[in-house]
């Protein structure tokens, strides 16, 4: 049975449009009305912590404070245990092209870099390729009350990479038990599994009783 929650409009806090999309999608049942941080112009303010949780906490706050809304932030990031679960906290740094390429040609990240940064690391480790996707919602208050739910998807790296219904790293991402990566799975799979759909599923019975 869900609940009445304590707000009917919600801030997404990120500029990722990936994010946006799946937890608008994850969102969709419950019938709060969303707005994304980048409609709504709002700074991206840096994360400055070295944990998912301390990152999502700024992002919301910043969200939340900026709009006078609630606000629900997504930290997330791949933990591969063959590089000591890098590139975690700085999976996206991993993907962000040098300011002047940046300046010439628009595009901020290229993940298809990072992807291989991961496989060439891994490789030379010759260690097992096993890693998680690990994901902090945070929910913060204009008043500065914030809470964190946070999930996790175990799997494991694989070479090449495969599909395009994702973003980020799950082309070169299967979760145990998959023969398909992330980006070749269906996103209302990719919903039942995730590291996203984890932490929303905590996020859910905390705030709607869910
Ligand atoms: P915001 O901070 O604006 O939310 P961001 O992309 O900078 O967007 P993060 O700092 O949390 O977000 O970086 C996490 C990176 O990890 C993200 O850019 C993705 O590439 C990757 N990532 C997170 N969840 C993922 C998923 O479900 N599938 C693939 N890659 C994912």
């Not at 609630?70 to 740094?93: H, W």
Request: aromatic residues 8%; negative net charge; charged residues 25%.
């Amino acid at each position: 049975m869900i609940q009445k929650p304590p707000f009917d409009k919600l801030v997404l806090a990120t500029h990722n449009k990936g994010k946006v999309r799946e937890i608008s999608e994850l969102m969709a049942p419950l019938g709060v009305s969303t707005v994304s941080a980048g409609e709504l112009g709002l700074a991206e303010p840096p994360e400055t912590e070295t944990t998912f949780a301390g990152n999502a906490r700024i992002k919301a706050l910043a969200s939340a404070r900026g709009s006078g809304m609630p606000a629900l932030s997504d930290d997330s990031g791949l933990a591969v245990d063959g590089l000591d679960g890098a590139p975690g906290v700085y999976a996206a740094d991993w993907a962000e092209l040098p300011k002047s390429e940046r300046e010439r040609t628009g595009v901020r990240r290229d993940f298809d870099m990072a992807m291989w940064h991961v496989w060439d690391k891994l490789s030379a480790s010759s260690k097992a390729p096993t890693a998680r996707f690990i994901c902090a919602l945070c929910l913060a208050f204009p008043d500065g009350t914030s809470h964190v739910y946070e999930g996790t998807v175990e799997g494991e790296i694989v070479w090449p990479p495969r599909g395009d219904k994702g973003f980020g790293y799950d082309p070169i991402f299967r979760a145990l038990g998959d023969v398909q990566t992330f980006a070749e799975i269906e996103p209302s799979e990719k919903h039942a599994k995730s590291h996203r759909a984890d932490a929303f599923a905590k996020f859910l019975k905390a705030q709607f009783g869910a």
